[in-house]
C-alpha cells in the first residue's frame, strides 16, 4: 500500500527512536523486526487491540467521540467521494471482491459529493437543451445551404445560448443528418 510522505517521515522518526533505544541496549534490530511491537527488540506484534484501545485514550482526552473503526468508514467515504476509484478503496482497507463490503459496509452518503452530482447533471441536462433548441431553430429554416452553416452558428448560436464553435459543429451534424423536406 502507498503512503503519503508525511507517514513515511513519521515511521522513519520511529525508526530512529527504536533504533536507538536499542543501540543503547546494544541489541540488533532482526531483518523482520515488526514495525510495531511491545519488545524491545520488535520480535512480536502488537495485539490489534492495543492501538483500538490508545485511540479511545487519546479521543476522549481530546473530546473526540468516534472510534478508530469510524475513522476507516470517513477514511474510505471522503477517497470514494474524492474520485478515487472503488478497487483502490477496498485494497486500501484489506476488502477482498471487488469492492462490495467497501460499498456495503463503508461508503456513507456525503452531501457535497451529491451536490456535485447534481451539478454535473445540471450541467449536462443544460448543455442538451442547448442542443435541443439549436435543433428547433434549425428545422425552422427550410432549406439549408452547406456552404452558410458558419454564418447560419453565427446568427442562431446566441439564440440558443452556444457558442460558434460549438453551435457550428452541432449544425454541421444536424445538417447532415437531415432528411429532405417533402414537398
Request: net charge negative; charged share 25%.
Given at each position: 500500500?502507498?503512503?503519503?510522505?508525511?507517514?513515511?517521515?513519521?515511521?522513519?522518526?520511529?525508526?530512529?527512536?527504536?533504533?536507538?533505544?536499542?543501540?543503547?541496549?546494544?541489541?540488533?534490530?532482526?531483518?523482520?523486526?515488526?514495525?510495531?511491537?511491545?519488545?524491545?527488540?520488535?520480535?512480536?506484534?502488537?495485539?490489534?487491540?492495543?492501538?483500538?484501545?490508545?485511540?479511545?485514550?487519546?479521543?476522549?482526552?481530546?473530546?473526540?467521540?468516534?472510534?478508530l473503526?469510524?475513522?476507516?468508514?470517513?477514511?474510505?467515504?471522503?477517497?470514494?467521494?474524492?474520485?478515487?476509484?472503488?478497487?483502490?478503496?477496498?485494497?486500501?482497507?484489506?476488502?477482498?471482491?471487488?469492492?462490495?463490503?467497501?460499498?456495503?459496509?463503508?461508503?456513507?452518503?456525503?452531501?457535497?459529493?451529491?451536490?456535485?452530482?447534481?451539478?454535473?447533471?445540471?450541467?449536462?441536462?443544460?448543455?442538451?437543451?442547448k442542443r435541443?433548441?439549436?435543433?428547433?431553430?434549425?428545422?425552422?429554416?427550410?432549406?439549408?445551404?452547406?456552404?452558410?452553416?458558419?454564418?447560419?452558428?453565427?446568427?442562431l448560436?446566441?439564440?440558443?445560448?452556444?457558442?460558434?464553435?460549438?453551435?457550428?459543429?452541432?449544425?454541421?451534424?444536424?445538417?447532415?443528418?437531415?432528411?429532405?423536406?417533402?414537398?
Amino acid at each position: 500500500m502507498s503512503l503519503d510522505p508525511l507517514t513515511c517521515e513519521l515511521l522513519q522518526e520511529h525508526l530512529r527512536r527504536r533504533q536507538a533505544a536499542l543501540d543503547a541496549a546494544d541489541v540488533e534490530l532482526a531483518e523482520d523486526a515488526f514495525v510495531f511491537s511491545p519488545d524491545p527488540a520488535s520480535l512480536k506484534p502488537w495485539n490489534p487491540d492495543t492501538i483500538t484501545h490508545k485511540y479511545e485514550r487519546h479521543a476522549r482526552a481530546a473530546g473526540i467521540r468516534s472510534s478508530l473503526k469510524e475513522l476507516r468508514h470517513y477514511s474510505a467515504t471522503q477517497l470514494l467521494s474524492n474520485g478515487i476509484d472503488l478497487r483502490t478503496v477496498a485494497g486500501r482497507l484489506g476488502h477482498a471482491g471487488g469492492g462490495v463490503t467497501t460499498l456495503r459496509f463503508y461508503a456513507q452518503f456525503v452531501r457535497p459529493a451529491d451536490q456535485q452530482a447534481a451539478a454535473m447533471l445540471s450541467s449536462q441536462l443544460t448543455e442538451l437543451r442547448k442542443r435541443e433548441r439549436l435543433w428547433e431553430l434549425f428545422n425552422e429554416i427550410p432549406t439549408v445551404d452547406l456552404d452558410a452553416l458558419s454564418q447560419l452558428a453565427t446568427d442562431l448560436a446566441p439564440k440558443a445560448d452556444l457558442d460558434e464553435p460549438t453551435a457550428s459543429a452541432y449544425l454541421q451534424e444536424f445538417a447532415q443528418n437531415r432528411r429532405p423536406r417533402s414537398a
